[in-house]
């Protein structure tokens, strides 16, 4: 075993470690696949940059997905919405969490 390579589990924990959930997230109400994700991702961008005053670019998040089936969508509750950020630091530095929690 090399000691410059990191395990499966660190890397999982890693990447784990770059992720934040956002609940209350108004779903749209497209159903193409492209669009729902293009709205996600407007909306990310405005809640980051104008509301919560963290410059954070598109190219910043890696991954932006909703959780849970598509037709689950149970009236007034929106799927939660996964936000991968390419970097642990980016999450951590900005403190996007304090912020979240705060509104």
Known sequence: MKLGKKTKVEQDREN?????????????????QEERWRDDREVCLELFNKILRVPIKEEDM???????????????KPKPVLIQFRDRVLKNDYGILRKIKGC
Not at 62 to 76: A, D, F, H, T
């Open 16 to 32: 784990l470690s770059c992720n934040i959930i956002l609940y209350n997230v108004q779903e749209p109400r497209t159903t193409n």
């Open 62 to 76: 890696k991954k932006i997905v909703r959780l849970g089936k598509m037709n689950s969508v149970q009236e007034g």
